[in-house]
């Protein structure tokens, strides 16, 4: 739970530093929270490896593949103040992790995201 919550934190963040101010009211923090809290986002399927990166002073360990995720609650209604179900935020997210990266050291190549229907 931690890992959802620091990673879409991150991810909100970054939305609200680059979203036009039309749309920077798109992603709302505390309603993706709570459906992570009420309903769930589940794995379902995963294949990753441990991968090393070697740099001149360390090495870096993080992997490689990929993970499927389950969005188990119900679609919600939309409204003029949460003009995008919480299912669309989330894509809306996974998108945007494409262009900015996850995690650590995203400037060096690290991080690099993509997302697969």
């Known amino acids: 739970m931690a890992v959802y919550r620091g990673l879409l934190s991150r991810k909100a963040q970054r939305w609200q530093d680059i979203a036009s101010a039309e749309t920077v009211g798109l992603v709302q923090l505390d309603r993706i929270e709570r459906y992570i809290q009420e309903e769930g986002i589940i794995i379902i399927n995963y294949d990753i490896k441990p991968h090393h990166v070697r740099f001149t002073t360390h090495q870096q360990l993080g992997f490689l593949g990929t993970c499927e ?19 669309q935020q989330l894509f809306l997210l996974a998108h945007l992790a494409f262009y900015c990266g996850i995690g650590y050291k995203t400037s060096m190549g690290m991080g690099q995201a993509r997302l697969r229907e």
């Open 69 to 87: 995720y389950h969005l188990r609650g119900p679609d919600e209604e939309i409204t003029l103040d949460a003009p995008l179900a919480v299912r």
